[in-house]
């Protein structure tokens, strides 16, 4: 087992492109294959010291699930499994997708709501990455000092640079993942 697990939630497949996308340019010596949200227990995501997170915000900057027509459980219906978690000691990263064009008042609210549980899980959590690049009005995945709280991919309005946000973000990984 790699010391590296990434967990992603989805309901077109684009967050796991992502996933595996990061999964690539880790490497399986650094990384395990990534596993939807709704295929796995607790005790996977434990297994872990480091864990990648991801998830896209659907609709009106919600977590995808079922409540959202999305196909199959996800990210909505782990959080009560995730809320009950003790995750001290784990280092965790989290990316997001979001539209910032036709959803800017919104923009990766996910991914704010799974840092929320996340953190509230007792989880060291890195990889923050800067707010510059996007236009959007609102987003609840901003930290106090205005950065994300993790990756965020627009890759609906800029997929051109989504290889290179996640090869950024990753080498800003190696040193907090450590």
């Not at 219906?77 to 919104?106: C, H, R, W």
């Not at 997929?159 to 993942?177: G, I, Y």
Request: glycine share 10%; charged share 25%; with cysteine.
């Amino acid at each position: 087992m790699a010391n590296i697990g990434i967990f992603f939630g989805t309901d077109t497949g684009t967050t796991r492109k992502v996933a595996k996308m990061i999964h690539k340019a880790l490497g399986e010596d650094k990384a395990d294959k990534p596993l939807n949200i709704n295929r796995v227990e607790a005790d996977t995501l434990l297994a872990y010291d480091f864990l990648i997170l991801g998830t896209p915000t659907l609709g009106e900057g919600q977590l995808p699930g079922l409540s959202c027509d999305c196909q199959a459980e996800s990210w909505e219906e782990f959080m009560p499994t995730l809320e009950e978690m003790d995750l001290s000691g784990k280092k965790v990263a989290l990316y997001g997708l979001g539209d910032q064009i036709n959803y800017p008042n919104e923009f990766v609210d996910g991914l704010g709501e799974l840092y929320d549980a996340i953190a509230d899980a007792g989880a060291e959590i890195v990889g923050s990455w800067p707010a510059d690049g996007y236009t959007f009005e609102e987003s609840g995945a901003l930290d106090e000092d205005g950065r994300f709280v993790g990756l965020v991919i627009d890759n609906d309005n800029q997929s051109d640079l989504t290889s290179d946000r996640v090869a950024t973000w990753l080498a800003q990984l190696e040193s907090e993942l450590v």
